[in-house]
Structure formats: structure tokens, C-alpha cells
């Protein structure tokens, strides 16, 4: 609901015209540019593997 007092304040450089893909982008850039840890890495190729031979 808007105007709900439970409802996330707009971060203050949000602007009507900027769109929200852009605009979380823009806040989190830093997080987009981290290297993928090795462990996250190992778990989503055994996750392809098993999805190539039919597994569940």
C-alpha cells in the first residue's frame, strides 16, 4: 500500500526518471563487480552437470 508506515523509504537519490534497474545498479556496482567465490563456482557447474545428465 502506498503510504504504508511498513512501506521501504525511496533511497534518497531516486528520481521518478531514473529507472529502478539503473538506479540499483548504480547503488550497488561495487557488489556487481565482486568476484564469484570459488566454492559458489564449484557448486554451479556439479549443479549443470547433473541437470545435463537428467538428475534431479
Known amino acids: ?4 508506515k511498513d512501506s521501504p523509504k525511496k533511497p534518497s537519490d531516486w528520481r521518478p526518471d ?4 539503473k ?4 547503488r550497488y556496482k561495487e557488489v556487481l563487480n565482486e568476484p564469484v567465490p570459488e566454492k559458489l563456482k564449484k557448486l554451479i557447474e556439479e549443479m549443470k552437470k547433473k541437470e ?5
Open 52 to 56: 545435463e545428465r537428467g538428475e534431479d
Open 23 to 26: 538506479a540499483l545498479r548504480d
Open 18 to 21: 531514473n529507472p529502478l534497474g
Open 1 to 4: 500500500m502506498s503510504g504504508d
